[in-house]
């Protein structure tokens, strides 16, 4: 019985886990986030751009998203480039996947110099589901998960 419980949980983890596509969804609207969307920040550190793609056949990524050291590879990534440390960009939206197990938050950026990442692609993401620590886990369900300060140093607003 008691490998049965084991076997069922390690079933319910993997079809919770990064390896299998949970939904997305955009959540630049709710009110938890409202107070991220808008805000600047540069970069501390030189930063790697990696695209993500769902269908490993495909050519192209279906996102692109910042990856601190030592990095990520599969074939699920592309090497795009890098954000230089003093880069600065503003969060323009927010995308979650809703996960009882391995919930996510991702921040949309768009960086000032406007340079496309790859075709159609000029937006970046910032997760806290990459294992970097670009996030600080709020202490309420109400707010949201502010950006690691050790990455990312906030613009003053004018």
Do not use: W
């Not at 599969?74 to 969060?91: M, N, V």
């Not at 709020?138 to 998960?145: G, I, N």
């Amino acid at each position: 019985m008691r490998r049965l419980l084991i076997y069922l949980l390690l079933l319910v983890a993997a079809a919770q886990s990064a390896c299998v596509q949970l939904a997305e969804k955009n959540a630049s609207q709710a009110p938890r986030y409202q107070t991220m969307i808008g805000r600047q920040f540069n970069l501390k550190e030189d930063l790697k751009v990696k695209g993500v793609k769902r269908d490993l056949r495909s050519k192209q990524p279906d996102y692109a998203m910042l990856i601190g050291t030592p990095g990520i590879n599969g074939p699920e990534f592309f090497e795009l480039g890098s954000k230089s440390a003093g880069s600065r960009f503003t969060i323009v939206g927010v995308v979650t996947h809703k996960s009882k197990l391995f919930p996510a938050t991702a921040y949309v950026v768009r960086f000032a110099d406007g340079v496309a990442v790859a075709p159609g692609i000029s937006d970046i993401r910032i997760s806290d589901q990459n294992g970097f620590g670009f996030h600080i886990k709020s202490q309420s369900s109400e707010d949201a998960p502010q950006l690691n300060e050790r990455y990312f140093a906030p613009v003053a607003a004018r």
